[in-house]
């Protein structure tokens, strides 16, 4: 299956999705989020899928988040929010067939509402991770709460306080448990797909039964976490034009941060 911005695949039991926009980075537009969430829900009926791999085209980078220029008008209230991310997600899709995340470059914002409902995350030693909603004036509400639950609490506030001025490297993210394997660049993909050839060779109702058990662990936190995000956004964002300004602007950081 390919759809604007996104290509999908399936072998032996495996989908491989990949974004497919890699002259934006991988961001997602409003298109690609809506071609994700069908994805997800069309794996959901599909028995030949048992597992999948989601990764980005291009090697430099799995996602960057939403594409700058996708207008998503916001309502005016702080209880509701219209955030297209939301719904990009396997979980948001109800989709309990184990996922992996396979990480080559740049993973940031809103990158993380995929890395936040994957199974467990493959990542290759030149990847990055990095959450810049601070530093144009954003609140990092459901970014932060979906990968508070993957690190450490000092590691994921360090990384969305600090905004364009923290890079997390590959080699830190896996000694602190959000990455499960490193791999040489490039070779993310390749060994995240082995991953899910195991996973896809299991009796399908045992795997998808343990999913939906680990998820449980951490599921009542997790819901009352994201039900303050829209709140927390809708007070804390600045004004459109603002924000616009800041990504526009010089750099506050003219000098590429160090890699942690």
Known sequence: MTAPGVRAETDGGVALVTLDRPARHNAVDLATADELAALWREFRRDDTVRAAVVTGAGGRAFCTGIDRAADVPQPASPYSLDDPMIRIGPKANDLWKPVVAAVDGMACG????????????????????????????????????????????????????????????????????????????????????RCAAVLAAQPTHAVQGTVRALWAAKEAARTQALAHAPQLIALGNLPPDRQAALFTGRPRNPQPPPVR
């Open 110 to 193: 809103g990158a993380f509402y995929l890395l936040g409902e994957a199974e467990f995350i493959v990542a290759s030693e030149n990847s990055t991770f990095f959450d810049p909603h601070t530093t144009y004036g954003m609140v990092s509400a459901y970014e932060a709460i979906y990968m508070a639950q993957r690190m450490p609490f000092g590691e994921i506030a360090r990384l969305s306080l600090m905004g364009t001025a923290e890079r997390l490297g590959a080699r830190r993210a896996y000694e602190i448990g959000l990455v499960s394997e490193l791999t040489p660049p490039g070779g993310a993909a390749a060994a995240a797909l």
